[in-house]
């Protein structure tokens, strides 16, 4: 089955980097998109980036653009998003999710909090 | 962007009863790229209903989705207990995918 773990959760200092990461597996991963995706506490979802898993081409929100960088590595079937500079804004549940051709975000990670707290 | 607005905020309805979601966008949504997801608190978001009307795979049929252009309509013919969470528009169709607001379905 299909199967999308994150990494646990993080606090950090303003100022600070965080690295999530999602392991996939139950199917092809190079067959799929993986977008990243978060939720402030109470607050509606918002889209931060996504990576073609095939070919490794990115592409980021405007909000995020130098901020966040989306990697993948084949061998062991894992996605990242890392975002730099964090201010307390960035406090959030982090999620990833898979996205197939002709479909769109059916399989999502449980979720990383990251906190942002001095 | 595409601003996705979802009507209304809270559904407070029965078990049983028939939930009409509503979500209308800022501009046309290209090719109706339009998702429905439903989510629980502390749960990732699920997918039930992409294309605007195409139901996501094991998704029951008592969710229905419909419209076109700049109005979609998610319909949940019956209600299951199960089914009282916050429901979330998506368009894809245009990027940055954008979402709504969100309309929470509570028991009465």
């Known amino acids: 089955q299909v199967q999308l773990v994150q990494s646990g959760a993080e606090v950090k200092k303003p100022g600070a980097s965080v690295k999530v990461s999602c392991k996939a597996s139950?199917?092809?991963?190079?067959?799929?998109?993986m977008y990243w995706l978060r939720q402030a506490p109470g607050q509606g979802l918002e889209w931060v980036g996504w990576i073609n898993l095939n070919s490794g081409d990115t592409k980021y929100a405007q909000k995020f653009q130098g901020r966040v960088t989306v990697t993948r590595d084949t061998s062991i079937t894992t996605a990242y998003m890392e975002l730099s500079s964090l201010i307390s804004d960035d406090t959030a549940v982090y999620y990833c999710?898979?996205?197939?051709?002709?479909?769109?975000?059916?399989?999502w990670g449980q979720g990383t909090l990251v906190t942002v707290s001095s | 962007e595409i601003v996705l607005t979802q009507s209304p905020g809270t559904l407070s309805l029965s078990p049983g009863e028939r939930a009409t979601l509503s979500c209308r966008a800022s501009?046309?949504?290209?090719?109706?790229?339009l998702a429905w997801y439903q989510q629980k608190p502390g749960q990732a978001p699920r997918l039930l209903i992409y294309?605007?009307?195409s139901r996501a795979t094991g998704i029951p049929d008592r969710f229905s989705g419909s419209g076109s252009g700049t109005d979609f309509t998610l319909t949940i013919s019956r209600l299951e207990p199960e089914d009282f969470a916050v429901y979330y528009c998506q368009q894809y169709g245009i990027s940055p995918r954008t979402f709504g607001q969100g309309t929470k379905v509570e028991i009465k």
């Open positions: 999710a898979r996205r197939l051709s002709g479909c769109d975000l059916d399989f």
């Open positions: 139950g199917y092809t991963f190079i067959d799929s998109y």
């Open positions: 294309g605007a009307s």
């Open positions: 501009q046309s949504v290209k090719n109706n790229y």
